[in-house]
């Protein structure tokens, strides 16, 4: 069965320095990987996905993420954060050996202070 | 604007009681998932259906139902509710599978 890991709640920032949200997946098959942010009493938005190619994802917001498959890794990257950034943000995988479900990690607060 | 919709946006009612909640999904996407977000939990994948059969069963209980219907809009049926089932209920939806969700607003539902 897929699984997928935030291994930290919150991540601090200060506004213009470059941030990171780790994110670690296990599957039986191929990865399909998808980072998704919610702002408060909001829906999940859609943020990038990995499904094949090139391992640098380029998505919304000025965001990317880097696929590593040697390190089951899928980290979320921004060269320089802004306070709007401030959200939860929540990894997805789906195996592509068990594609009807797509899995979530528990979220990483993300608060980028001025 | 996702373009997925779900009712109501809030609900309260009483343990012991029954609610169900809708979704209608993107124009076109065949398939719609439910989810629940709690604060102890994070986001739990409940049910996938595609094109009116069901997919995939995650972490859903036995009190939980679901159905899509013909017009590809569904239900998520919730009985015999408990205070643990507070929570925050997506449903999102997907023209095929491999591709990117996308979600409702959700609806908040209050056991009391």
């Known amino acids: 069965a897929q699984s997928v890991a935030q291994p930290e709640d919150q991540v601090n920032v200060a506004e213009g320095n470059p941030l990171t949200v780790k994110c670690t997946y296990s599957v039986s098959g191929n990865p399909y990987l998808f980072w998704y942010v919610q702002y408060p009493n909001r829906g999940l938005q859609f943020l990038l996905k990995y499904i094949t190619g090139d391992n640098l994802v380029k998505g919304s917001y000025g965001f990317e993420a880097e696929f590593n498959k040697s390190q089951t890794s899928f980290h979320l990257k921004k060269p320089s954060a802004l306070v709007s950034d401030s959200a939860l943000y929540f990894c997805a995988v789906r195996d592509d050996f068990d594609a009807d479900k797509l899995i979530f990690g528990t979220g990483t607060r993300l608060q980028v202070f001025p | 604007d996702s373009g997925v919709t779900q009712t109501p946006k809030h609900l309260i009612t009483a343990t012991g009681q029954r609610v169900t909640l809708r979704c209608s999904p993107r124009?076109?996407?065949?398939?719609v998932y439910w989810y629940q977000q709690s604060l102890d939990q994070g986001l739990q994948f409940l049910i996938h259906y595609y094109n009116g059969e069901e997919r995939a069963k995650g972490n859903i209980l036995e009190r939980f139902s679901a159905q899509q219907f013909p017009d590809l809009h569904s239900e998520l049926n919730l009985s015999s509710l408990e205070l643990g089932d507070s929570a925050l209920y997506f449903c999102?939806?997907?023209?095929?599978?491999?591709?990117?969700?996308?979600f409702g607003e959700g609806s908040r539902l209050t056991v009391l």
């Open positions: 999102a939806s997907s023209p095929s599978d491999g591709r990117e969700l996308f």
């Open positions: 124009s076109g996407d065949l398939s």
